[in-house]
């Protein structure tokens, strides 16, 4: 079995779990998205050294549920969240609110907006002074999402996304997030730009050549990321992506003691950083 030994404070707190002497944090419901172009190419950023989360990590966008995302105000084109719901194992006010958040925290992060005038259209270009107001009111909480795909008389474009994975943060972790990935192509017309806050830097990256760069020690991946990197290596086209058929299995590396060591560890066939 492979995995990463922990010492110190963590393995303390491992060990503290373990013995039932601590409870882990309970997890927030999350959402990324792997945002494609054709290459194939994944949009990352890296997040700031002063994160409390993830620190200098390369990471998809992505960020917690807003309690708002669940509003059934917002206008909905594609599949319903029933549908989600039952792709992801989750109710339909939390599928709803799933989806949202990974519409919003992809506008927050990257600039790029997957709403449309109408359910078969899409929004061509999302920069602007007027869009920069509205993107960091949603990201200070001062807008709804809602609210801001009303004032603009746009429609929320579920079906531009599919799903993915879905991953648990491990219960030694003092933030903890219930994330289901989505993956999404860049929308004709519009483009991701450097909006900073959490991020520090943003690159359009293949994943092959991202994964090669974690090997080298050139830049941090967490093992959700690194794997979903893998698994986008085998497609050629970013149609290919988004037509793959997914089986939605939950992981959550887990922590063992093994001969008075504790390890973390997703299960007996992954080792993490390596692939």
């Known amino acids: 079995m492979g995995g990463i030994p922990l010492s110190g404070e963590f393995g303390e707190r491992a060990r503290d779990i373990l013995a039932g002497r601590v409870k882990p944090v309970p997890a927030r419901d999350a959402a990324t998205v792997v945002l494609l172009r054709e ?76 709403a449309g005038t109408s359910p078969e259209s899409v929004v061509a270009d999302t920069t602007g002074d007027d869009w920069e107001a509205d993107r960091l009111a949603l990201i200070d909480r001062s807008l709804s999402f809602a609210d801001f795909l009303d004032r603009r008389g746009l429609v929320l474009r579920a079906d531009l996304l599919r799903p993915w994975a ?25 483009r991701t730009r450097d909006v900073g806050g959490e991020a520090d830097q943003v690159v359009w990256v293949r994943p092959a050549d991202a994964i090669d760069q974690s090997k080298n020690g050139q830049i941090f991946l967490m093992p959700p990321t690194y794997r979903t990197l893998g698994e986008l290596c085998d497609h050629q086209t970013v149609a290919d992506v988004l037509g793959t058929e997914r089986e939605i299995v939950t992981f959550m590396p887990e922590i063992v003691e093994m001969d008075g060591e504790i390890y973390i560890v997703l299960d007996d066939d992954y080792r993490f950083g390596s692939a």
Request: proline share 7%; charged share 25%; aromatic share 12%.
């Open 39 to 114: 290459g194939v190419e994944v949009y990352l950023l890296r997040r700031k050294a002063s994160m409390a989360f993830a620190a200098g990590a390369y990471v998809f966008p992505g960020g917690s549920v807003d309690p708002r995302d669940a509003d059934h105000a917002i206008a909905w084109a594609g599949p319903s969240p029933a549908e989600w719901g039952a792709v992801f194992r989750a109710d339909e006010r939390i599928a709803r609110a799933l989806v949202c958040a990974a519409v919003r925290e992809t506008f927050e992060e990257s600039g790029v907006l997957l």
């Open 166 to 190: 879905h991953w648990i943060t491990p219960e030694i972790e003092h933030r903890r997030f219930d994330t289901r990935f989505f993956v999404a192509a860049l929308p004709p017309g519009q």
